[in-house]
């Protein structure tokens, strides 16, 4: 695979068309709308006509717009009947002027609003990028392969408006790293003073065999002559990927004295081409797939954070990793749905000790310089089977059509069939893994790849382990490592991790879709729901107090809201050592599958 030259300086802008802008707006306010809604930001008010009505700061604006309310007050917009206007008077739709009508009611202050408007042109951009790629159908796209897929999708997470920011990418670099654009990308190989750094991994493997997997013998042998001519010795040396964009805009420039004493040496691109994942700084092997995935720090702004990778934080990673895939291992509910990780086997940080002296824990400046590698899910495959992104089941094509509903007509199965299949394979095992172990995953679609056969989901990996798990629980017995992953929650936030990550931040959408493309009504949905929840608590009867406790069928419960945390502050909304205690709650959600209990 080769990779192409860089965008001609003109030809970056190509998608920006006046048609697609519009579109792109038009879809992004949707979506505005309905999120913001649904979080009580907004307040739309039903009129005699059927249509709702949205009033701006200046009473004298006004959106108007067509709409299904569904379970869990999910807000189907129609795109198509949004208009705007000022005393009747219409107005042009334009996405930044949508949050400078609504900016105190969305409590956007004077330092958050030019970011996040920057942010939301960001996403718009991509969005119009998106419309202008080759027009693949939903069912098309369910039939692709494991990175078409993941380069197909024409929405970021579900809940986030401003959900593509990927502000320090310049618009030739969004060509070049963009997931959506599939462009192979080769990653720059580094050595770094081992007293500088700290190597981690996993108890089946060490730095020697790791290297040795991911580089071949003349490319070490390479690396070794370059460093020999400079008087340098390989074994005085870590070595270790970086993204180009964080060598180009970070390293080369922020750590300048630690290339120029040769703390940090260049030695080249990488043999192998990689292909960006949804979350930007992962990377997946597109030459040898069945080698590991690479994360590693980018130091852009994205959906609410800097997405660095902290030194200190990546050395307890691998031990993380054992501790939990022994824990599935062990189990035996777990084993039997298929449930796996993909365990991230090394990892690696480099201290640059004025930056350490001069910061505090949590600082961009301790996130520049690190990577971990993480298992692929292609050794694991059986004839027959394909892998797929969980978020690919939100996915709409630009005509509506839905992957998840592609992917029941080819199933076969009855629409209710196929979703119990799929909830056997994804909320089982969370629910084990919550009730029997007091260990929460964030699982979003993002972070679960699904094993596809004939269309249907047989199992499920989750991956991004290490700084996404959490142990909810004092009494359960961690290893000294892993003690990071406990945190302390209310027994309302118990349960939220199921009732808001699954059912209000995955479920609510796929409902949606699903009811709206006549597949599945919301009735069959969450009957299909509640009964694989009631299946699982009458199979482990030992549990009863745990479900009596920590209630999935209450008839309300929180309503947690992602928008309102990266409203109030978009350069890092969530605290990662105590994220509970960012939670943003407004009222509460009528829990659709309560009347099962």
């Not at 003109?10 to 979080?39: C, G, M, Q, Y």
């Not at 000022?86 to 949508?98: E, N």
């Not at 809940?159 to 963009?178: I, Q, T």
Request: proline share 6%.
């Amino acid at each position: 695979m080769t990779v192409p030259p860089a965008t001609a300086p003109l030809d970056v802008v190509d998608h920006l068309t006046p048609e697609r802008w519009e579109r792109a707006n038009r879809l992004l306010i949707r979506k505005a709308l309905a999120e913001f809604s649904h979080e009580r930001l907004l307040t739309p008010e039903r009129g005699p006509d059927g249509r709702y009505t949205v009033t701006a700061d200046d009473p004298a604006v006004a959106y108007r717009f067509t709409a299904r309310l569904r379970s869990l007050d999910h807000w189907v917009i129609d795109a198509d009947s949004i208009t705007r206007d000022r005393a009747g008077a219409p107005l042009p739709l334009d996405a930044l002027d949508f949050f400078l009508d609504l900016r105190g009611a969305l409590g956007l202050s004077d330092e958050i609003l030019p970011v996040y408007l920057e942010e939301i042109s960001s996403t718009l951009a991509g969005t119009a990028y998106k419309l202008a790629a080759s027009r693949r159908t939903a069912a098309e796209l369910a039939r692709a392969g494991f990175q078409d897929i993941e380069a197909g999708m024409t929405e970021g997470h579900p809940c986030f408006v401003a959900n593509n920011g990927r502000l320090g990418f310049d618009a030739a670099e969004y060509h070049s790293y963009a997931p959506e654009t599939g462009t192979p990308i080769r990653l720059i190989w580094l050595a770094a003073r081992r007293e500088l750094t700290t190597f981690t991994s996993c108890a089946d493997l060490d730095y020697d065999t790791l290297i040795a997997a991911e580089l071949a013998p003349a490319t070490l042998r390479a690396y070794a002559g370059h460093l020999a001519r400079l008087g340098l010795d390989l074994d005085d040396y870590y070595l270790f990927p970086v993204h180009p964009w964080q060598w180009t805009n970070r390293i080369a420039v922020t750590f300048a004295a630690e290339v120029a004493r040769r703390h940090l040496v260049p030695l080249g691109p990488s043999d192998d081409t990689y292909r960006a994942q949804q979350s930007i700084r992962t990377f997946f092997n597109a030459d040898a797939p069945e080698k590991h995935y690479v994360k590693t720090a980018l130091s852009v702004l994205n959906m609410g954070f800097l997405r660095g990778l902290s030194a200190a934080y990546m050395r307890a990673t691998p031990a993380i990793n054992d501790w939990l895939a022994g824990l599935i291992a062990d189990d035996e509910v777990l084993t039997a749905t298929g449930f796996s990780i993909l365990r991230e086997r090394a990892a690696i940080g480099y201290h640059h000790k004025q930056y350490e002296a001069a910061t505090t824990k949590g600082s961009p400046y301790l996130k520049m310089l690190a990577a971990l590698w993480r298992e692929s899910p292609v050794p694991s495959l059986r004839p027959g089977q394909r892998l797929a992104t969980m978020a690919s089941l939100l996915h709409v094509d630009r005509d509506g059509g839905s992957f998840a509903a592609a992917l029941i007509a080819e199933s076969g199965l009855d629409p209710a069939d196929w979703l119990r299949r799929y909830l056997d394979a994804y909320l089982t095992p969370l629910l084990h893994c919550l009730y029997a172990h007091d260990l929460a995953f964030m699982p979003h679609g993002e972070n679960v790849i699904m094993v596809l056969e004939n269309g249907v989901p047989q199992r499920v990996i989750m991956k991004d382990i290490a700084e996404e798990i959490g142990v909810m629980n004092a009494e359960v017995p961690l290893p000294p490592e892993v003690e990071r992953v406990r945190i302390e929650v209310t027994d309302e936030l118990w349960a939220l991790t199921l009732l808001t990550d699954v059912f209000d931040c995955f479920f609510r959408f796929l409902n949606g879709i699903l009811s709206e493309a006549g597949v599945l009504e919301e009735e069959a949905f969450w009957t299909t729901v509640a009964a694989c929840v009631t299946d699982y608590q009458q199979a482990n009867p030992g549990l009863a107090e745990k479900f009596k406790r920590f209630d999935l069928f209450p008839e309300r419960f929180g309503l947690s809201c992602l928008n309102r945390l990266q409203l109030r502050d978009n350069r890092q909304m969530v605290d990662l050592q105590d994220p509970a205690s960012a939670l943003q709650l407004a009222g509460t959600l009528e829990n659709p599958i309560a009347r099962f209990a």
